[in-house]
């Protein structure tokens, strides 16, 4: 079992930056998958980036390409979620989750961290 803690939401001024932190409660496999997702008020969770622990493969949303950077570090076991350029509709409850690559079904999910950006 695999806990998921993130940390690094706040409030922030469109055009802003922050730097979101996702640690795991100990080492993830090589196999799996680690992703970032987001829940706005009144929508349904959406997806934001993926990174492969192994061979780093990403990829992201095309809402977020280009401002938003995810990223791991092994020592921490930790995956970063970098996000430049806020915009207000970037406003949502950020959530890390894991899964093993072969599978479709994100296994392990943290409680969320608030990102609040104001216009």
């Known amino acids: 079992q695999v806990q998921l803690v993130e940390s690094g939401g706040g409030l922030v001024q469109a055009g802003g930056s922050l730097k979101l932190s996702c640690a795991a409660s100990?080492?993830?496999?090589?196999?799996?998958?680690m992703g970032w997702f987001r829940q706005a008020p009144g929508k349904e969770r959406e997806f934001v980036a993926r990174?492969?622990?192994?061979?780093?493969?990403?990829y992201y949303a095309h809402s977020v390409k280009g401002r938003f950077t995810i990223s791991t570090s092994n020592a921490k076991n930790t995956v970063y979620l970098e996000m430049n350029s806020l915009k207000f509709e970037d406003t949502a409850v950020y959530y890390c989750?894991?899964?093993?690559?072969?599978?479709?079904?994100?296994?392990?999910w943290g409680q969320g961290t608030l990102v609040n950006v104001s216009s």
């Open positions: 989750a894991g899964r093993p690559s072969a599978g479709t079904v994100w296994a392990y």
């Open positions: 100990k080492r993830t496999p090589s196999n799996y998958v």
């Open positions: 990174i492969s622990w192994g061979d780093n493969w990403i």
